[in-house]
């Protein structure tokens, strides 16, 4: 079974500072990839995705991520962040041809100050 | 228009109830969600459905029972609901099986 770790648990930055949210996943085969944000009591939002293709991904709202497939890792990148960006992260992993097993990591708690 | 609306939003009971949770999705998905996301913010898939078919069952207590009328709802009924039980629960949809999975609002029940 695929798993998903998110070394950050709880970031703090003020507000222009860059942000990098690490995510590293172990699974054999080929996975997709998901970042999803959760707002303070709202429901999660799909950041951006990972299926083939270019590896650096842009999304929604200036963030980014990067699939690096020798390190398993799918890292968010932001240059800089806002104080909106106070929310929690979460990056998923999907074995491709292997279901719907939409696997979370236990997230990143991002507080940005002003 | 909501995408995945499911309601209640909130839910405050008592130990012992039984109590539902209904969810639609007017997307034209074939493949439904639940996932609990308990008091840590863990995210874990509880049930999924495609073309009203159950294809993932993940290790639930059998006080569960997800229905599926048609492709467009999938509904959650809880018996006899347990203090542990509390934690929101999100419904979620995708085109088919391994697509994007767009989320719900949630529902946050509170068994007291």
């Known amino acids: 079974a695929q798993s998903v770790s998110q070394h950050n648990h709880h970031v703090i930055l003020s507000e222009a500072a860059s942000l990098e949210l690490g995510c590293n996943y172990s699974?054999?085969?080929?996975?997709?990839l998901f970042w999803y944000v959760q707002y303070p009591g709202q429901h999660l939002q799909l950041l951006l995705k990972y299926f083939s293709g270019d590896p650096l991904v842009k999304g929604i709202k200036g963030f980014e991520a990067e699939f690096i497939k020798s390190k398993f890792s799918f890292n968010l990148r932001k240059p800089s962040v806002q104080w909106s960006d106070t929310a929690e992260y979460f990056c998923a992993v999907n074995p491709t041809g292997g279901g719907n097993k939409l696997t979370f990591g236990t997230g990143t708690q991002l507080k940005v100050e002003l | 228009d909501t995408a995945v609306s499911q309601t209640p939003k909130y839910l405050v009971t008592q130990m012992g109830n039984d109590k539902s949770i209904k969810c639609e999705q007017n997307?034209?998905?074939?493949?439904m969600y639940w996932y609990k996301q308990d008091s840590k913010k863990f995210l874990k898939i509880m049930f999924s459905?495609?073309?009203?078919?159950?294809?993932i069952n993940e290790t639930v207590p059998n006080r569960f029972s997800p229905k599926s009328p048609d492709k467009a709802h999938l509904n959650l009924h809880i018996n006899s609901l347990e203090l542990g039980d509390s934690a929101v629960y999100f419904c979620a949809s995708s085109q088919a099986p391994g697509n994007t999975i767009y989320f719900g609002e949630g529902s946050w029940l509170t068994v007291v």
């Open positions: 699974y054999g085969g080929t996975v997709n």
């Open positions: 997307l034209g998905h074939d493949t």
């Open positions: 459905y495609n073309n009203k078919e159950l294809i």
